[in-house]
Every structure is written in structure tokens, then in C-alpha cells.
Nanobody, 127 residues
Framework: VQLQASGGGLVQTGGSLRLSCAASGRTFSNYAAGWFRQAPGKEREFVAG????????YYADSVKGRFTISRDNAKNTVYLQMNSLKPEDTAVYYC?????????????????????WGQGTQVTVSS
């Protein structure tokens, strides 16, 4: 699976962005998907995850209530709607895919579980 992330940019505090992750190469509906982010000088961290069907979603506490992950398997695309953005959300955001139908909150948070990664898209939130 090849993943292409897009939609990043510069936004003011309180603003919104929608990230997209387009998949190609294999049947994307066979994969769970997640968004991770990495800020300068920090480790990559889990942001949100979604199972293959879209029925189960998981979020980091830091983004719960502000971010929404969704997917459209007909379009082979996963989205991350980010609202009420804060300067601490500034990071490179990566989408990832995991070839599993057994997707749980614990599984979603482990970056090593994801076999495929996109190239990242920069999100900068100005104060």
C-alpha cells in the first residue's frame, strides 16, 4: 500500500484543517489506519486511529473532542478533521496503515503495528 498525505498548512490558533491520506496499491478496506505526529525534538506520537470498517475510532487524550478521523473506502482515503487547533498541535502529521481486522485502542497506539507510512504533511498553528 502506498500512502499520500496532504492538507497540511499554516493556520491560526482556533482554526481548522482537514488532512487526507490517499491509499493506492491494494484493497484499502483490508487495513486499519492511523494518524501520528512528530514535533521538532519529540518522539512520534499517536493521534487517532480507525478500523477497516470505520465503525471504531480511537483518539489521543490531547485531541479528543477536537479531531475526528473518518474514512471513505470507496475513495481509498482516510481523513483527519482538526478543529480548535492549538500551537501544541504543530507537527508533521503522518498517516499509516495496518493490515489487520483486529484493531483495538491498544493496537492503534503502537506505531510498530503499522506496516505502511505516508510521507508526512506539515501542520503549523500560530499563536
Amino acid at each position: 500500500v502506498q500512502l499520500q498525505a496532504s492538507g497540511g498548512g499554516l493556520v491560526q490558533t482556533g482554526g481548522s484543517l482537514r488532512l487526507s491520506c490517499a491509499a493506492s496499491g491494494r484493497t484499502f478496506s483490508n487495513y486499519a489506519a492511523g494518524w501520528f505526529r512528530q514535533a521538532p525534538g519529540k518522539e512520534r506520537e499517536f493521534v487517532a486511529g480507525i478500523d477497516w470498517s470505520g465503525r471504531s475510532t480511537y483518539y489521543a487524550d490531547s485531541v479528543k473532542g477536537r479531531f475526528t478521523i473518518s474514512r471513505d473506502n470507496a475513495k481509498n482515503t482516510v481523513y483527519l478533521q482538526m478543529n480548535s487547533l492549538k500551537p501544541e498541535d504543530t507537527a508533521v502529521y503522518y498517516c499509516a496503515a495496518a493490515p489487520t481486522t483486529f484493531y483495538s485502542a491498544s493496537y492503534a497506539r503502537q506505531s510498530r503495528k503499522y506496516d505502511y507510512w505516508g510521507q508526512g504533511t506539515q501542520v503549523t498553528v500560530s499563536s
